[in-house]
């Protein structure tokens, strides 16, 4: 069914309420597995279709923001949906207490209780007023950053649209964009410490509340981790420090040779290319008819899904008046469809675009006919492989869209892909000590950034900018703020996709095998089962990333990036 036919109509809450409720009572009283399982469709249905209508609203919102009737339903959705979340723990609880669990297992899977589990553990009445008021604090930074009016050559920019002289190939266009963007950060350097106290503290006493003892654990189980805990985390960060630091030096070194520079400064490490960062070659739609071509060239089962997409009118990619900003992936339920909503603006984003995230839309795609819908997406580090690994599976088509410039994009992705991950395990480990020394004052918190950047980034300097040398620069990572530990998903899920592009490099065959059976499985297991489904190694194995980092620091070793 295409976008514009799907029907949208507000579902109406008592009767979904009172509708759920019964169902769940059903569950509960049922005498058979069969009877169970029944009564848990039905429920599902009724989820999928508040669900289906609830990401109708939000799509249409945000493709015509103007549109006055989709404001007021996505207003909607915004007040009745913690009403729904309150009833979907009551059914986890049913679910939990069913006497029949190994036979649902069987027909639903084991992760469905996994997942329940630690929902349950990390949530209780008692906790609710101090998420309200975390609610609060994230809402006040959110609009802080948002705030921003960045004094810059005579105009006044937001964060985001001072993105695009952070990396300018002119030094001094690129030194004071970033001085006037850190100059904004370190004017609010208070508020940004207090809010994040705030937040750290009330996070601590709910953690307490219900039987932590910190909010180390409760930050896990809240991102569903249901195989593995700090311990692993830490041996992978490790693993980091001992195999992709000494990797990610070298190539800063080689960008510093290639950019002419005596040293690098913070406001360099953006720029890779004295000649300017890889961009495509043509405009938007251009883009678009590109990837079309690899998508169709690429697999059969890409073939199928882009033409489903395309078909469908489910790739909102162009920038419009009256559209929201940023870029996301979503599905809708009930037409069983994913969704892609981008603003494109002609540079290498729009390409990332149609690789990563539609690699997530893939991915949904190939799961879209699971049993219930905590399985159309994985958690988020699994989530992350598909569409990272995706950017890697699409390397074949990137003369479409770089055509002389194709090596150096190359070169470019993969050695950016590699210098990301010690930034994933420095905003990891910060979290990790923030929550368990919930008392050390601001200072000390940033003093402890400013020696995590020490060991993961060395070579690193602040010397020209004296809030970044007091451990600021994390101030800007919102998911700090907004999403407490999630942010090493990106660097596990990363470590999977290097694997792939390794297999890739030997058996692409076998790669894509193992990358179509991964999407299948969806959120259907846990993220080391995942991982083994697919045929990787587990990033938490001691060898996992020594085993694979040769293969790519060889293949940029061999190109000659000066030529670039
Ligand atoms: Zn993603």
Redesign the pocket.
């Known amino acids: 069914m295409k976008f514009s036919e799907m029907t949208y109509e507000r579902p109406n809450m008592g009767d979904i309420s009172s509708q759920m409720k019964e169902r769940i009572a059903a569950l509960s009283r049922a005498e058979t597995a069969d009877e169970q399982l029944e009564q848990i469709a039905a429920i599902n249905n009724l989820r999928n279709h508040f669900m289906s209508m609830a990401e109708l609203a939000s799509i249409r919102n945000s493709i015509d923001t103007r549109d006055e009737f989709y404001k007021a339903e996505k207003e909607y959705f915004d007040t009745v949906s913690p009403e729904m979340e309150a009833i979907e723990t009551e059914f986890r609880e049913a679910l939990l207490a069913s006497p029949f669990r190994a036979e649902l297992e069987k027909h639903l899977g084991a992760q469905l209780f996994k997942l329940a589990e630690v929902q349950k553990r990390s949530f209780g009445n008692a906790i609710v007023a101090d998420m309200q008021e975390t609610n609060r604090l994230v809402t006040e930074y959110n609009a802080l950053v948002a705030s921003a009016k960045i004094p810059f050559e005579g105009k006044n920019l937001t964060l985001s649209q001072i993105g695009r002289y952070l990396n300018a190939p002119d030094r001094h266009v690129r030194r004071s964009a970033n001085e006037a963007r850190y100059a904004f950060f370190a004017k609010h350097e208070e508020d940004f410490d207090r809010l994040y106290d705030e937040m750290v503290k009330l996070r601590t006493r709910m953690a307490r509340q219900l039987g932590y003892d910190n909010y180390v654990q409760m930050g896990y189980d809240r991102m569903n981790r249901t195989d593995y805990g700090p311990a692993e985390t830490r041996r992978f960060r490790d693993q980091i420090k001992r195999h992709i630091v000494p990797l990610a030096e070298s190539l800063r070194e080689r960008q510093r040779q290639r950019l002419g520079l005596d040293k690098l400064q913070y406001y360099d490490l953006a720029l890779h290319f004295p000649t300017g960062n890889p961009e495509p070659k043509g405009d938007p739609s251009w883009i678009v008819e590109n990837g079309r071509r690899m998508y169709r060239e690429l697999s059969p089962e890409t073939d199928a899904f882009f033409k489903f997409m395309v078909d469908n009118e489910l790739l909102d990619l162009q920038s419009r008046d009256g559209k929201r900003v940023g870029g996301y992936c979503t599905i809708i339920p009930s037409a069983k469809a994913p969704f892609i909503f981008a603003n494109f603006n002609g540079t290498a984003h729009d390409v990332t675009v149609l690789t ?2 539609a690699g ?1 839309a893939f991915q949904a795609f190939e799961s879209r006919n699971l049993p219930c819908p905590e399985y159309y997406f994985p958690t988020s580090e699994a ?2 492989i598909h ?1 990272m690994s995706m950017e890697f599976f699409t390397w074949d088509w990137m003369n479409l869209f770089f055509e002389e410039d194709t090596e150096k994009f190359k070169f470019y992705h993969l050695s950016t892909s590699v210098l990301m991950i010690p930034y994933f395990a420095v905003v990891d480990e910060f979290q990790h000590f923030v929550y368990e020394n919930p008392t050390a004052p601001p200072q000390e918190r940033k003093a402890y950034w400013r020696e995590l950047e020490r060991t993961y980034f060395p070579s690193r300097t602040y010397e020209e900018n004296e809030y970044l040398e007091r451990g600021g620069y994390w101030h800007q990572q919102l998911h700090i703020f907004n999403y407490p530990f999630y942010y090493i998903d990106y660097g596990l899920a990363q470590v999977c996709a290097l694997q792939f592009w390794t297999k890739i490099q030997s058996n692409k065959e076998q790669a894509w095998k193992d990358y179509l059976h991964l999407c299948q499985l969806g959120g259907s297991r846990s993220f080391v089962e995942l991982v083994q489904a697919a045929n990787l190694r587990s990033p938490f194995d001691e060898n996992c990333i020594e085993s694979m980092i040769g293969d790519i620091a060889n293949w940029l070793d061999s190109v000659d990036d000066n030529a670039l």
């Open positions: 990563h995230e997530h989530a992350e569409s």
